[in-house]
């Protein structure tokens, strides 16, 4: 073989053994961790990876349970939780006894909308008339397999300066536990959310006390400050009366929004979290196809503020997107 054809030949195999590698690349399956099926994990989980599929990038669910710590060592590169949730995780505070710092956000998917609910008949229509009733009243508590959920309701009280301990507690397993519970007479206070289907489950077997309403929370600056003290990451917004909503049927109520976030960790490749960040950001359309809770998406709002930081991939989107981060 002469010294061009040898030439030839190793610039060929080089470039074969590119293509190779950049096929081995692209080719990558990166795993999205979601909870069980019909959970809103789950469905997010599936919306995610779609878009990210039609983007190009190799996605696959994968159901967990209590998968957080699996993002922060990279056992799977992305995963959903609420925005407090995410912060307790990163700080080993709350309901977490040791930190995840190499945790990191890509963004907001879009917001959750909850409350403290009762039985309308109580003419529980704010947390000044909790308070004045506590000491009558039973509440859903521990919701030993969903542990988030208590500091939720431990921020609804603490915005009118009140605690679990104020009230008769009622153990409960979980969210849904606690609201079957509401429905069924067994508690007088639990946690909702918005337009949840237990949630109008239960009020339908309350029909003869008017249903369920939710208690509207101090807005005052006050009200937000000791709100914030237990959901730092969360918000108090108002939202009108609405006859069509279940809780809403009656007056203007507060309600606690929190973010509901997209996850990874610091070893995760910045192209990778940038093509992922920019293929939910600009895929709204499709995302609400798959799941219709993206509806709520806006992705001027995807990078609050919160204790765990972005991720570079994600923040050179936002940057590029005019995305404000941290507001």
Known sequence: ????????????????????????????????????QGSLAYN????????????????????LVGYLPLINSGEVDFGF????????????????????????????????????MAPCDLGLKSVDDLK???SELRIASEYTSSTIIPYYIMGGLANAGL????????????????????????????LVSLNAGAGQQASVKLQDRGGLCYVSLDDSVIGTSLFKGFLPAGDIVNLKQNDKINGLQNY???????????????????ELVYNLTKAIAEGRDALKATFG???????EKMAPKN???????????YEEAGIPVGK
Request: glycine share 10%.
């Open 252 to 270: 203007d109520v507060n309600l606690m929004q929190i973010p509901w976030v997209l996850m990874t960790n610091a070893d995760v490749s910045e």
């Open 132 to 134: 004045a009733k506590a």
């Open 163 to 190: 605690k679990y301990e104020d009230f008769q507690m009622v153990p409960v397993a979980n969210f849904v536990a606690g609201i079957n519970a509401l429905g069924d007479g067994l508690v007088d206070i639990a």
């Open 293 to 299: 809770a993206f509806a709520r998406a806006n992705p």
């Open 307 to 317: 204790v765990m930081p972005y991720h570079p991939g994600a923040l050179k989107y």
């Open 44 to 63: 997010s989980g599936q919306a995610v990876a779609k878009v990210a599929n039609d983007a190009g990038i190799t996605a696959r669910t994968q159901p």
């Open 1 to 36: 073989m002469n010294k061009l054809s040898k030439a030839l030949s190793v610039g060929l195999f080089g470039l074969a053994m590119g293509a190779v590698g950049a096929s081995t690349a692209s080719a990558q399956v990166v795993t999205v961790a979601t909870g069980a």
């Open 81 to 116: 939780s609420n925005g407090v949730e995410a912060e307790y995780a990163y700080t080993g505070t709350g309901n977490y006894d040791r930190t995840n710092g190499n945790m990191r956000l890509v963004g907001t998917m879009f917001p959750l909308t909850t409350g403290l």
